[in-house]
């Protein structure tokens, strides 16, 4: 079954410092990836999509990511990290030619002053 | 106002009680769904509905139920709680006109915390 992996349930960085979240997924066939994030006592927001267009997006409040077929990775990075990034981050997969969104297990971000 | 409402946003109850998280929304969306979290699983989805005619299970529907009143309302319930239900739940909305292309972006209400005792 189509799956993504999340490598790391707690990241922490200081502030100023380069982020970088993974994802990776599991498909013969590229699907949607999406990044969500959920901050404190709310629902998730999506960050940013890739859906087969330009291999690196970029989303909200600088982050970015791109996807490598030949790593069948989606990773998130944003270059400077601010406190208010500290959330859980949410990676996600539609395979394709199917309608649900898959999660993965999370990702919570810790910044450090 | 939330674009995605949830109640209650907390309840507590104990084992055997029968229990109803509603939703409404106000996006104007055909989709919507039920997710639950928990810690280090991520989001499961239990039960979608594509249209008021239309209603699946996710992946984990097993105790669980659900009514499509309208467009704009979706609600969970669980016949006879058990603590291991004991999570947060989330409702969710899509606007996809053509299922083969789904490219959705999911509108999140805040979440339902339900404690089964």
């Known amino acids: 079954a189509q799956s993504v992996t999340q490598l790391g349930s707690h990241v922490s960085v200081s502030e100023g410092a380069l982020v970088l979240l993974r994802c990776n997924y599991s498909s013969s066939v590229p699907p949607y990836l999406f990044w969500y994030v959920q901050y404190p006592n709310q629902g998730l927001q999506l960050l940013l999509k890739?859906?087969?267009?330009?291999?690196l997006v970029k989303g909200i409040n600088g982050f970015e990511a791109e996807f490598k077929k030949s790593e069948t990775s989606f990773h998130l990075t944003k270059p400077s990290a601010h406190m208010s990034d500290a959330a859980e981050y949410f990676c996600?997969?539609?395979?394709?030619?199917?309608?649900?969104?898959?999660f993965g297990t999370g990702t919570r971000l810790q910044v450090f002053p | 106002d939330a674009d995605v409402t949830q109640t209650p946003r907390n309840r507590i109850t104990k084992t055997g009680k029968r229990i109803m998280l509603e939703c409404s929304q106000t996006k104007g969306h055909d989709r919507m769904y039920w997710y639950r979290q928990d810690p280090g699983l991520g989001l499961r989805l239990i039960y979608y509905s594509f249209d008021v005619k239309d209603i699946n299970k996710g992946e984990i529907s097993d105790g669980y139920s659900v009514s499509r009143q309208a467009q704009a309302k979706f609600s969970l319930s669980l016949e006879s709680a058990i603590p291991n239900q004991t999570a947060l739940y989330f409702c969710?909305?899509?606007?996809?006109?053509?299922?083969?292309?789904?490219?959705?972006?999911?509108?999140f209400g805040e979440g339902s915390r339900l404690t089964v005792l």
């Open positions: 969710a909305t899509s606007d996809e006109a053509d299922p083969a292309a789904n490219t959705g972006e999911l509108f």
């Open positions: 890739y859906t087969s267009a330009a291999t």
């Open positions: 996600a997969v539609t395979p394709y030619n199917t309608d649900k969104l898959i």
